[in-house]
């Protein structure tokens, strides 16, 4: 089975903390996404990688930074957060010879104050 | 218009029935097509996967894909209160196959 699991189930930071999200997956797999997910909004792509030390920007980059500086590992940051940052932070990743199906960590529930 | 469109909800079904959920979508390349299922406060899990045209059942669940229409349907059968949940379609682009656009969900309510 696929795993990807991420750093915390919860999160509170205060507004203008630096805010570090790790993600890592067990399978290998070449691509890896940034999503937040808001009520009435749906998933929203952050960014995106496809390989090590590559990424692409989603559609709602700002304010975000990423890293991936190993295959398995994909971290989302927060450079200054704020407010209308708190959201639940979903990982997923996946792999081109399984049809680019995404399979998702738990999520991070951001609260930010 | 939105790429990836869902039936609006909440739709409830009474316990054994059929919950038949649609989706269409505007990227005519699209190639991939998925179904998640969310429970409230949960990560999306994946459930179905087709990616060619006709039907695809495991076990009480039926995924039907129609290019040509460009619509792709989940059948839920002998409907259970544990399949309450949201559930997302998602869809493959052209520009990126890698990357998923996903409908807002259907949320589905199953009444015992």
């Known amino acids: 089975d696929v795993k990807v699991t991420q750093s915390s189930r919860y999160l509170v930071k205060r507004t203008g903390e630096k805010v570090f999200l790790e993600c890592v997956q067990d399978?290998?797999?070449?691509?890896m996404f940034w999503y937040r997910q808001d009520p009435g909004l749906g998933l929203r792509l952050i960014y995106f990688?496809?390989?090590?030390?590559?990424?692409e920007k989603g559609d709602i980059p700002e304010g975000y930074s990423v890293s991936r500086e190993k295959k398995e590992r994909f971290s989302l940051i927060l450079e200054s957060a704020s407010t209308n940052q708190t959201s639940m932070y979903l990982c997923?990743?996946?792999?081109?010879?399984?049809?680019?199906?995404?399979?998702f960590g738990p999520g991070t529930r951001l609260t930010v104050t | 218009q939105k790429e990836v469109e869902q039936n609006s909800g909440p739709l409830s079904v009474p316990e054994g029935a059929i919950a038949s959920l649609n989706c269409t979508y505007s990227d005519r390349g699209s190639q991939s097509f998925f179904w998640y299922r969310q429970y409230s406060g949960k990560s999306p899990e994946l459930i179905m996967s087709i990616y060619s045209n006709g039907d695809k059942e495991d076990g009480r669940f039926t995924a039907q894909l129609n290019k040509a229409s460009q619509y792709v349907s989940l059948l839920i059968r002998d409907s259970q209160p544990s399949d309450s949940a949201t559930y997302l379609c998602a869809v493959t682009g052209i520009s990126y196959d890698y990357k998923l656009s996903f409908g807002a969900g259907t949320t589905v309510t199953v009444r015992a």
């Open positions: 399978m290998d797999h070449e691509n």
């Open positions: 990688s496809y390989d090590v030390k590559m990424k």
């Open positions: 997923a990743s996946s792999f081109e010879s399984t049809g680019y199906e995404q399979y």
